[in-house]
């Protein structure tokens, strides 16, 4: 491939464009070779979503190819669970690596080996200094480090001592491997960084063939040597440790690989942090990893999102060299912008109210033909029953209704979606708390579909569920984690934010009956309320569903707003 343009589809971005000049110039003979590297200490998240559609979605427009390798590092914090979650969570999005699985873990013997030849180029040595002892010994952004008192044993002290640290003669945190650079470089990367350190941990994948690990900057530009990457594309945090890799691969010798950062991806109401992530699992914030709750790719996926939806949205958001912050609601819009087009309808009553049709025929069911997506005619039609006894939404009726109410009250006639107008004529309530339990109606056989021969109108539509056809449900309704826009202020625990109210659990809510064994995972939209998931709790015939994503024009928000029910 000796040249490259812009499609209709691809989102112009800085990185993209290097891709092309190299293309252009020849560079690297033309080959495009990508790398996503997640450490398995944790689930993947939406910010990993960003780098994920990035790598694979670069290398597939310019026939590239893009390795999935695990840069497994540090075996005190990963776990084989992770790594499958990983694996699971790429495929959904939409991602295949082929025959390209790789481990840091494959390369530890030739990590080693590069060790020992920057030992004997007088590039490494042993330090016997605590992490404490070189700390204070690093120095700061203003003051020049100090050398190390053993930075000037001999190769062959330091090949001894580095040989002996693998045979596993000393205790954890006894000595480290550094690299020998210059402490007192501006970049404190640059300051003799360890490259090794003694850790007597079983490795998910070697066991305990190691107790000396490499450190993540010392692996992970080797790795991507050893891969023959072109584009290392990397977060912005990164950025000042570039020097650290090129000067890696320049004094081994190796093929180099060309980095390039660029901004993380920030959400409002949102915490990506690992660490703050593990904290909510480990101390029972959330149910887990996979909580609809969590930005992780397994929550969003329980929660209904879809993964073309995040796909759009990483293509959409382009790429800086300076961090910010989307708001959530954005990512908000392209999961509805997806669904609209690909889940089909369905009516549910999340708080019921019972609705008696006096005049209705008592014994009689009538199908009604309802469609299933406005947006998909191929999605076609379902039948759903109606009869005399129905189930509306509480919030769809007012006995005293305020101005711009339009829906259901004494007196007032509204149309049942699919179904008729109906009228209300009276109400019965429960005579210990004066609560409205039923509300008794009349309809108007001749407005069968919704429409009245006569031509008269009425200002609103319900939807509605046969009480005698209705599946009992369990629907969980999702809002945001956190509180306040900004959960990651300094100097304030995180987990004071956390939102009471980003769940409330509804029993007892009623479906149409084509929801009853709806599989895991498959997506509807509740007319007029919102998008919903089957979750994977749901049992045959006694479904839970999530709330994904509410509509834009909810009643609450109108109500708020002042502006009446359209």
Same mark, same amino acid.
């Given at each position: 491939?000796?040249?490259?343009?812009?499609?209709?589809?691809?989102?112009?971005?800085?990185?993209?464009?290097?891709?092309?000049?190299?293309?252009?110039?020849?560079?690297?003979?033309?080959?495009?070779? +990508?790398?996503?590297?997640?450490?398995?200490?944790?689930?993947?998240?939406?910010?990993?979503?960003?780098?994920?559609?990035?790598?694979?979605?670069?290398? *597939?427009?310019?026939?590239?190819?893009?390795?999935?390798?695990?840069?497994?590092?540090?075996?005190?914090?990963?776990?084989?669970?992770?790594?499958?979650?990983?694996?699971?969570?790429?495929?959904?999005?939409?991602?295949?690596?082929?025959?390209?699985?790789?481990?840091?873990?494959?390369?530890?013997?030739?990590?080693?080996?590069?060790?020992?030849?920057?030992?004997?180029?007088?590039?490494?040595?042993?330090?016997? @200094?605590?992490?404490?002892?070189?700390?204070?010994?690093?120095?700061?952004?203003?003051?020049?480090?100090?050398?190390?008192?053993?930075? #000037?044993? +001999?190769?062959?002290?330091?090949?001894?001592?580095?040989?002996?640290?693998?045979?596993?003669?000393?205790? &954890?945190?006894?000595?480290?491997?550094?690299?020998? !650079?210059?402490?007192?470089?501006?970049?404190?990367?640059?300051?003799?960084?360890?490259?090794?350190?003694?850790?007597?941990?079983?490795?998910?994948?070697?066991?305990?063939?190691?107790?000396?690990?490499?450190? $993540?900057?010392?692996?992970?530009?080797?790795?991507?040597?050893?891969?023959?990457?072109?584009?290392?594309?990397?977060?912005?945090?990164?950025?000042?440790?570039?020097? @650290?890799?090129?000067?890696?691969?320049?004094?081994?010798?190796?093929?180099?690989?060309?980095? !390039?950062?660029?901004?993380?991806?920030?959400?409002?109401?949102? /915490?990506?942090?690992?660490?703050?992530?593990? +904290?909510?699992?480990?101390?029972?914030?959330?149910?887990?990893?996979? &909580?609809?709750?969590?930005?992780?790719?397994?929550?969003?996926?329980?929660?209904? $999102?879809?993964?073309?939806?995040?796909?759009? %949205?990483?293509?959409? !958001?382009?790429?800086?060299?300076?961090?910010?912050?989307?708001?959530?609601?954005?990512?908000?819009?392209?999961?509805?912008?997806?669904? #609209?087009?690909?889940?089909?309808?369905?009516?549910?009553?999340?708080?019921?109210?019972?609705?008696?049709?006096?005049?209705?025929?008592?014994?009689?069911?009538?199908?009604?033909?309802?469609?299933?997506?406005?947006?998909?005619?191929?999605?076609?039609?379902?039948?759903?029953?109606?009869?005399?006894?129905?189930?509306?939404?509480?919030?769809? %009726?007012?006995?005293?209704?305020?101005?711009?109410?339009?829906?259901?009250?004494?007196?007032?006639?509204?149309?049942?979606?699919?179904?008729?107008?109906?009228?209300?004529?009276? !109400?019965?309530?429960?005579?210990? +708390?004066?609560?409205?339990?039923? @509300?008794?109606?009349?309809?108007?056989?001749?407005?069968?579909?919704?429409?009245?021969?006569?031509?008269?109108?009425?200002?609103?539509?319900?939807?509605?569920?046969? *009480?005698?056809?209705?599946?009992?449900?369990? /629907?969980?309704?999702?809002?945001?984690?956190?509180?306040?826009?900004?959960? #990651?202020?300094?100097?304030?625990?995180?987990?004071?934010?956390?939102?009471? #109210?980003?769940?409330?659990?509804?029993?007892?809510?009623?479906?149409?009956?084509?929801? *009853?064994?709806?599989?895991?995972?498959?997506?509807?939209?509740?007319?007029?309320?919102?998008?919903?998931?089957?979750?994977?709790?749901?049992?045959?015939?006694?479904?839970?569903?999530?709330?994904?994503?509410?509509?834009?024009?909810?009643?609450?928000?109108?109500?708020?707003?002042?502006?009446?029910?359209?």
């Amino acid at each position: 491939m000796n040249s490259a343009s812009p499609t209709e589809t691809s989102t112009s971005n800085f990185i993209r464009d290097t891709v092309i000049e190299d293309l252009n110039s020849g560079k690297y003979g033309g080959r495009v070779h +990508t790398r996503f590297p997640p450490e398995p200490n944790g689930y993947l998240h939406i910010g990993h979503a960003k780098s994920i559609c990035l790598n694979f979605g670069l290398a *597939a427009e310019f026939g590239g190819k893009c390795n999935l390798r695990f840069d497994d590092t540090n075996p005190s914090k990963e776990e084989t669970e992770y790594v499958d979650s990983i694996k699971e969570n790429i495929r959904w999005l939409g991602f295949n690596w082929e025959d390209r699985l790789f481990y840091a873990s494959d390369y530890f013997e030739q990590l080693y080996e590069w060790a020992v030849q920057l030992i004997q180029a007088g590039k490494a040595y042993v330090c016997d @200094l605590s992490a404490e002892e070189m700390r204070v010994y690093r120095g700061t952004l203003t003051e020049p480090g100090k050398e190390s008192p053993y930075r #000037n044993r +001999t190769s062959e002290e330091n090949l001894d001592l580095f040989q002996r640290m693998r045979a596993g003669e000393f205790p &954890d945190g006894a000595r480290t491997l550094r690299s020998k !650079i210059d402490m007192a470089s501006p970049n404190l990367n640059m300051r003799d960084p360890v490259m090794y350190r003694i850790l007597h941990a079983e490795h998910h994948r070697t066991g305990d063939k190691w107790c000396i690990y490499p450190m $993540y900057d010392f692996t992970h530009g080797q790795s991507d040597s050893i891969e023959r990457i072109t584009h290392s594309l990397c977060t912005l945090e990164f950025e000042d440790h570039r020097p @650290l890799y090129d000067w890696y691969v320049e004094q081994l010798g190796i093929y180099h690989p060309q980095q !390039i950062e660029f901004d993380r991806l920030n959400l409002t109401y949102t /915490v990506l942090s690992k660490r703050k992530l593990l +904290t909510l699992v480990k101390e029972g914030y959330v149910r887990g990893w996979d &909580d609809p709750r969590m930005p992780t790719l397994a929550g969003i996926r329980r929660r209904g $999102y879809t993964p073309e939806a995040i796909r759009n %949205f990483c293509n959409s !958001i382009g790429l800086s060299k300076t961090n910010g912050t989307l708001e959530l609601s954005l990512l908000e819009h392209h999961v509805r912008e997806d669904l #609209n087009v690909r889940a089909p309808r369905a009516m549910a009553v999340l708080r019921p109210l019972r609705v008696v049709i006096d005049n209705y025929p008592e014994n009689q069911v009538e199908m009604m033909e309802a469609v299933n997506n406005p947006e998909d005619a191929s999605m076609g039609t379902r039948s759903v029953p109606f009869s005399r006894e129905l189930y509306i939404e509480q919030d769809d %009726f007012r006995e005293d209704p305020p101005k711009q109410y339009f829906r259901l009250a004494p007196g007032r006639e509204v149309r049942l979606r699919y179904g008729y107008f109906i009228t209300c004529k009276g !109400i019965v309530k429960d005579e210990t +708390t004066g609560e409205v339990v039923e @509300l008794r109606c009349t309809y108007d056989p001749a407005t069968r579909g919704g429409n009245a021969p006569d031509g008269r109108k009425v200002k609103s539509t319900i939807h509605w569920v046969s *009480a005698k056809h209705a599946v009992d449900a369990e /629907v969980r309704l999702y809002d945001y984690l956190f509180d306040r826009p900004n959960p #990651n202020e300094e100097g304030i625990p995180f987990t004071s934010f956390l939102n009471p #109210n980003s769940l409330e659990v509804l029993k007892g809510c009623k479906l149409e009956p084509c929801l *009853a064994d709806a599989p895991a995972l498959s997506r509807f939209q509740f007319e007029r309320l919102g998008y919903f998931c089957v979750d994977s709790d749901s049992a045959s015939g006694s479904p839970v569903f999530n709330r994904t994503v509410a509509l834009r024009d909810t009643w609450a928000k109108i109500e708020k707003r002042g502006k009446g029910d359209q």
